[in-house]
């Protein structure tokens, strides 16, 4: 099993989840999909022992004037425990996600500069 990095919040873990297969890692400014697929995390409870596959988090990323914000939703991480059929598409397209209230995790929002 693979070793997750994590960070400890007062009241829940957040665990960052590589993209497990290989991929064109292609980002343009109107197709970010591939850099989204790179910032994959699950969280938990303090109190819960192990991974919570579906307790996935995909930050879908927008360009603004502050440079590149994250958006929280949720995603239920066992649909890429295989390889998909095609390695060129990501796989969590729209229907695949589902809004949630940022203010619910941890991290409300990625920004990178």
């Known amino acids: 099993m693979k ?10 873990i957040q665990c960052h989840v590589p993209y497990p297969y ?3 890692h292609t980002v343009s400014a109107v197709d970010l999909r591939w850099l989204e697929h790179s910032l994959l995390f ?3 409870t303090q ?3 192990g991974a919570k596959l579906w307790n996935g988090l ?6 603004s004037s502050e440079g590149l914000v994250g ?8 649909q890429i425990g295989a390889p998909p059929a095609d390695p060129s598409t990501p796989p969590y397209g729209a229907g695949d996600r589902s809004e ?3 203010q619910t995790r941890w991290f ?6």
């Open 22 to 24: 290989p991929n064109p």
């Open 100 to 102: 949630i209230a940022p």
């Open 71 to 78: 958006t929280p939703e949720a995603v239920d991480l066992a």
């Open 108 to 113: 409300r929002r990625l920004l990178i500069r």
């Open 3 to 12: 070793e997750f990095k994590c960070l400890d919040g007062q009241t829940e």
């Open 42 to 44: 699950l969280f938990k």
């Open 47 to 49: 109190q819960e022992f």
């Open 58 to 63: 995909y930050y879908r990323l927008q360009l």
